[in-house]
């Protein structure tokens, strides 16, 4: 079965956004945990959490994706900001766990003042130091385009990240599709040979989403810019190829659109799906 959304505003709500992934044909959704530039959370409504939960499992919408801030950076140099980081993050990961056994994305950050190889090394540790046993959130690292001084741009780097994480069951890793295609892997014309260096390099156990986006820039830009879906340089048949390729059939998809209107991803879903079926 496909499993396909987008992401959702959670202004309005836990609930309001199952309503809205119902009225989409999605039967998943990503949304973030807080204003994606920073700053404090909504707080909860146990409620509202406590309905959202009965509907999605009466309506089979999972998982859900939590999105991590843009600014949270657990491998920052200056240990003030890394601190905050990690306030962010334990915070986050205590909301997720009000709805239980969902996924949280979140980047890697960046390597400010010190060498990737530290700033990998930080970002393990500040995941290290939140991870519990008993949680049932799944942590995912999502790739990035490699712009500035990002890391996490190449599965040797989100492998690295991976291979110093204590409680190794609760984390995974994320593909954007954006992302792969701006970092220099080839998804429009080599699919299976990028898949099978992630399979060699991290294993596709580990893989937990993909992200269905297109991209403004070319392959190897490291921009990370979205396009609408179709009118980019990866283009429409690439990622429905990516949604049907028989290594990825068992991920849930998340469409993202620079724009993100409820109109442009009903119809992206409506496509995908017809897209899914003609080749399933």
Known sequence: MLTIGCHMSEKEGYLAMALEAESLNANTLQFFTRNPRGGHAKKLDPQDVSAFIEYADKHHIRPIVGYASYTMNLAAGDEKERDYARMLFAEDLARMEETPHQLYAMHCGSATDQSDEDALVDLANGINATLTPSQTTTVVLLNAP????EIGSTFEQLQAVVSHIS???HI???????ALWNAGYDIVNDLDGVLESFDKTIGLDRLALVHLNDSEYGKGSHEG???RIGQGTIGFEALAHMLNHPWLKQVPFIIEEPHGTLEEYKEDIAHFRAAYTKSN
């Open 146 to 149: 490699g712009r500035g001084n």
């Open 167 to 169: 409680l190794a069951d």
């Open 172 to 178: 995974k890793v994320g593909l954007d599709a954006c």
């Open 225 to 227: 810019r979205h396009a």
